[in-house]
């Protein structure tokens, strides 16, 4: 099931894309295996942190640990402060209007219906990778051709099921369009799956092709329609409403 097993917020490349972003010049990826586990935290610090960086400063979080069982923190850092000449800044925690940013918040909002809440503690909008697979094609035959996405980080949080306005971006172009996540029970659907409508009035050949989603707002629950009918006269009313939001 797409819901099981995801645990990822932040995808290696959009973190990557977020470093470029606020001028990060160097960074140093390292693979997270059994060897890199168990490197007590003094000797990360010496072999890894300061051979390879020679630090002036180095900045953690206020909830920072690193090396095997966690043991590396502020106190560890401070430390060897003398013995490798560098200053340690700790980042205290950050809260929006009064509630804390945390991992298991954002987690919390994106399993909550809670899109906008998830974006306000990330300070971008949710992203969603992923390749566009062959679908039923049922949407087409109602006037909303939908694009079937098979997410590319496999362990990446989907949101909550539901209808949700997003952009889209094809190729480095941006479109509208709605999404649904769920299985849609009108059409006797039975897995999960995340399907994408693109507003857009030329034809768009997505079949294999990498598209991004890009969650901005939560619309409505996933519903049983009693007809196709009255599925294509809510899916009018989910796309005027993604229209009016910017």
């Not at 797409?2 to 470093?19: A, P």
């Not at 002036?56 to 909830?63: E, N, Q, R, T």
């Not at 430390?79 to 929006?96: F, K, P, R, T």
Request: proline letters at 3%.
């Amino acid at each position: 099931d797409l819901l099981e097993e995801k645990y990822l917020i932040t995808t290696l490349q959009k973190k990557i894309e977020i470093f470029e972003m606020h001028g990060v010049d160097c960074l140093l990826i390292l693979p997270f295996d059994e060897n890199l586990a168990n490197i007590e935290a003094n000797i990360f610090l010496k072999d890894i942190i300061v051979e390879y960086f020679k630090p002036h400063d180095i900045v953690v979080g206020y909830d920072h640990h690193f090396g095997h069982n966690r043991a590396g923190d502020i106190n560890l850092l401070n430390s060897y402060l003398e013995a490798y000449s560098y200053a340690v800044h700790q980042v205290d925690q950050i809260g929006i209007n009064g509630v804390p940013v945390s991992s298991s918040g954002i987690r919390n909002a994106l399993a909550s219906e809670n899109i906008i809440q998830a974006n306000k503690f990330l300070g971008w909008n949710y992203e969603l990778k992923g390749t566009v697979v062959k679908g039923d094609g049922i949407g087409k035959t109602i006037g909303f051709p939908t694009a079937n996405v098979q997410p590319i980080e496999a362990h990446q949080i989907i949101p909550s099921k539901g209808v949700y306005d997003v952009d889209v971006r094809v190729e480095g172009e941006f479109f509208k369009g709605m999404c649904n996540i769920g299985n849609r029970p009108t059409v006797n659907g039975t897995d999960c799956r995340i399907e994408v409508n693109i507003f857009s009035d030329n034809f768009l050949d997505l079949y294999s092709k990498e598209i991004t989603l890009i969650f901005k707002e939560y619309l409505r629950n996933e519903k049983n329609f009693s007809s196709i009918d009255e599925l294509k006269t809510q899916l009018k009313i989910d796309k005027k409403r993604c229209l009016e939001i910017n």
